[in-house]
């Protein structure tokens, strides 16, 4: 079998970095992305300071032209890709009531989780095609299921939902061509986004999407999980 290549989206910090970290570590060659160029060669030199195999590529995902840059420099230098994971994500409302806040907020929380996932995932399936091997892991959050709904947290919500709605679709399109595409909530994780408080470290918080970008040929698809568990949508 030939060593796999794996995408990571935000990588500089938080859940991304430790995705990469683990992803790495089973001897898979991994490209950690970042908007931020100097953090992200910092963090992928971090990695390297472990032994770890991890290129850095700069990645904005709102860019379409640094998508396309991302996936013809892959083509060209590594001939594959594997491995995707949609990490990357912004929470703009936090806990503010949906009524506080402007419309245009719920655009730019579908800009980023949403559509520039989706161009990730439209540019990411045709390489992944030509060897039919291909695993998307999705980050959504248990606040995306609707029996999880309360009165905050709008465009985060709004765009994870989509975000598992994007999961389901291109997984049925692929279905026949050993690319699996799931959604997964990682936990409560301690990191930027997560806060102090948070119940799981990046570390368990990072196992279930590496899991699920590991999963055997014939593995579940189109799903959602809650770490390593199936859960309904
Ligand atoms: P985080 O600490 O806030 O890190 C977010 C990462 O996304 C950063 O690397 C950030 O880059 C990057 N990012 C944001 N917009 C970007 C863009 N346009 N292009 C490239 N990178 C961009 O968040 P986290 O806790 O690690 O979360 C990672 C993922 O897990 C997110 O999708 C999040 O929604 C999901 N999640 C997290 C939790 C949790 O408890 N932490 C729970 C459920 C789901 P910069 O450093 O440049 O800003």
């Known amino acids: ?15 991304g970095f430790e995705i990469c970290r683990q992803l790495a570590g089973q001897g898979i060659q991994t490209i950690l992305t970042a908007r931020n160029p100097h953090q ?17 590529h700069p990645l904005d995902i709102t860019d379409s ?5 991302l996936m013809a420099h892959l083509s060209s230098r590594l001939g594959r890709l594997d491995i995707l994971i949609n990490n990357a994500g912004i929470y703009l409302d936090r806990h503010r009531p949906a009524l506080s806040i402007a419309p245009d907020l719920i655009a730019r929380a579908i800009q980023t989780d949403v559509c520039s996932t ?7 399936i045709p390489i992944m095609r030509t060897h039919q ?23 985060y919500k709004i765009s994870k939902a989509a975000l598992n709605v994007i999961t389901v679709v291109l997984s049925r399109e692929v279905a026949t061509e050993n690319i699996l595409i799931n959604a997964v909530n990682p936990g409560w994780v301690k990191t930027d986004m997560g806060g102090k408080d948070a119940t799981r470290s990046p ?4 196992e279930g999407p590496v899991w699920l970008a590991t999963l055997p040929d014939g593995g579940p698809t189109g799903c959602f999980f809650n770490g390593r568990d199936r859960q309904s949508w």
């Open 40 to 56: 992200g060669r910092e963090a992928a030199e971090r990695l390297q300071g472990e032994g770890l195999d991890v290129l850095f």
């Open 118 to 124: 989706f161009a990730l995932c439209q540019a990411a």
């Open 1 to 15: 079998m030939e060593r796999r290549t794996a995408i990571v989206t935000g990588g500089n910090r938080g859940l």
């Open 65 to 69: 032209q640094q998508i396309q840059e």
């Open 203 to 206: 570390k368990e918080g990072a």
């Open 133 to 155: 091997y291909g695993r998307i892991v999705n980050l959504s959050s248990r606040t995306s299921r609707m029996e999880q709904m309360n009165n905050a947290g709008l465009t």
